[in-house]
């Protein structure tokens, strides 16, 4: 399962990240596409009408670990980079999770450790 956290749009048979912006949306590619223009070496980017995109919602993964909720913001090389969305603050400091900012924990997880991965559209 790859990590997903943000918009994604469907758009002519395909799934794309994306980035809504009034009545147009940006659709993202890692690599060449028709109509997509190269932004950096592996980002290519088209703005097309908010009419012409087939579906627009905003992919969340969750997971547990150390058996507490978290979401997962991103993946490196095996690891996890993960959001305690417990709202303990004992509980995220009994973990030993880095703050982040005010009331917000988070840390790396090893993916092997991670439990019950699975995604949540809005």
């Known amino acids: 399962m790859s990590i997903r956290h943000g918009y994604y749009a469907g758009w002519r048979d395909a799934q794309y990240e994306a980035s809504p912006d009034g009545d147009k949306v940006r659709l993202y590619a890692s690599r060449h596409a028709d109509g997509f223009l190269q932004v950096s070496p592996d980002r290519y980017v088209q ?3 908010l009419a012409d ?3 627009l919602q905003y992919v969340t ?5 150390r058996g507490e909720p978290f979401v ?3 993946e490196h090389e095996g690891w996890l980079r993960v959001e305690y969305s417990g709202g303990k603050a004992p509980v995220a400091e009994q973990l030993g999770l880095e703050p982040f900012d005010r009331g917000v924990y988070q840390a790396w997880a090893s993916r092997h450790e991670v ?3 699975r995604e949540e559209t809005v």
């Open 47 to 49: 703005v097309v009408p």
């Open 53 to 55: 995109v087939d579906r």
């Open 61 to 65: 993964t969750h997971c547990t670990w």
């Open 72 to 74: 997962v913001l991103g």
């Open 115 to 117: 439990e019950d991965l």
